[in-house]
């Protein structure tokens, strides 16, 4: 007996499962992210004690919590956090390797000549945590009571009062460059690896002038062991009560603002990208961790992988055209 079938819709159904059959491994891993057989790492571009690692390692602690999984921080920190990036570039693109980067991200591929990866094509931007101002802080034997009080004395004595930031590029280090090109002003740069060594130095009094992270430097400004004089974002930060802004301190509609995302390898599925997004969006709604990260200066956004791209392409525009026209080279 003739089958009724005929070859093309044959043909067709056959494919139809073939395609169904190669998709369902797909979607079975995304659905099971993380493999509980082995651990997901993030890597924390940046060395312990900063921004980056003190989110990283809320992240792993909550995922673990609501996944079941093994998740481990590893601190690659160097270059900005490009040695870090570089090392997420090259991981395995299945979803077990993932990493927390800063506003430095942006920054890089015009101050670091011949990367060992494309900032674009080689990774893939997963979620965009949240942004925060950055802080312009003291260490409270400095006579400076605001920021007005900072300009007036390096106006006076150009070059005598030296500032750090988390490194050459970061964000802080742009920011306090801008302020200087728009007030006529000149003041010495000292660059570290990182939020954690910066704030020894700070709270040391080894460095008068330290810019960070508001969520960086808020805890220390809380303690009393730093003062606070002027906050970058446009509007003065409720988590830093009564600290005006740059703008109303003698720079004019200057703003600035620090930033966190997490990418994957390119490569990983766009199922499994979409799995850990959730999943980290689940930790960021949770009110616990929402308050935590406000108190410390950040606004959770929660952002899908189309807004942090792009977000990250509009930044490396921006930032990249203040490294050009400075002239600043890495390690400067």
């Keep these: 007996m003739r089958s009724s079938i005929t070859r093309r819709p044959f043909l067709a159904l056959a494919a139809a499962a073939a395609l169904s059959a190669s998709i369902a491994p797909t979607l079975a891993q995304a659905q099971a992210w993380p493999d509980k057989s082995k651990p997901v790492t993030i890597i924390s571009v940046f060395p312990p004690g900063g921004s980056v690692d003190q989110v ?42 993932i990493a927390v980067v800063f506003d430095t ?57 030296s500032y750090g930031s988390i490194g050459t590029g970061s964000l802080g280090h742009l920011a306090m460059l801008q302020i200087a090109n728009d007030a006529g002003v000149k003041w010495t740069h000292i660059p570290y690896k990182g939020g ?33 004089i002027a906050v970058t974002s446009i509007k003065q930060d409720p988590q830093m ?16 603002y620090s930033w966190w995302g997490v990418f994957a390898p390119a490569g990983v599925p766009k199922a499994t990208v979409d799995r850990i997004h959730a999943e980290i969006v689940k930790v960021l709604k949770s009110p616990e961790t929402a308050k935590k ?11 899908g992988p189309a807004e942090l791209d792009k977000f990250n392409r509009a930044q490396i525009e921006r930032w990249g055209k203040v490294v050009r026209d400075n002239g600043i080279k890495a390690g400067s």
């Design 196 to 228: 954690g060594p910066l704030k020894v130095d700070a709270l040391a009094g080894h460095i008068p002038v330290s810019i960070g992270s508001v969520f960086l430097l808020n805890p220390n400004v809380k303690a009393g062991q730093l003062r606070a």
């Design 105 to 161: 991200h942006s920054v890089n591929p015009s101050l670091i000549p011949n990367l060992s990866f494309d900032t674009i094509k080689d990774l893939a931007p997963v979620t965009f945590i949240g942004t925060g101002g950055m802080a312009i802080a003291v260490h409270p034997s400095t006579p400076f009571k605001d920021f007005k009080d900072l300009l007036a004395a390096v106006k006076a004595k150009p070059d005598s009062i």
């Design 293 to 303: 990260l406000a108190e410390q200066g950040m606004e959770v956004l929660g952002g």
């Design 56 to 97: 990283s390692r809320l992240l792993a602690s909550e995922l673990a919590k609501n996944t079941g999984g093994q998740f481990i921080v590893e601190n690659k920190g160097g270059a900005s956090g490009s040695i870090g990036t570089a090392a997420l570039a090259k991981a395995a693109p299945d979803g077990h390797t």
């Design 241 to 256: 009560a009564g600290v005006k802004t740059v703008a109303e301190q003698g720079v004019p509609k200057f703003e600035a």
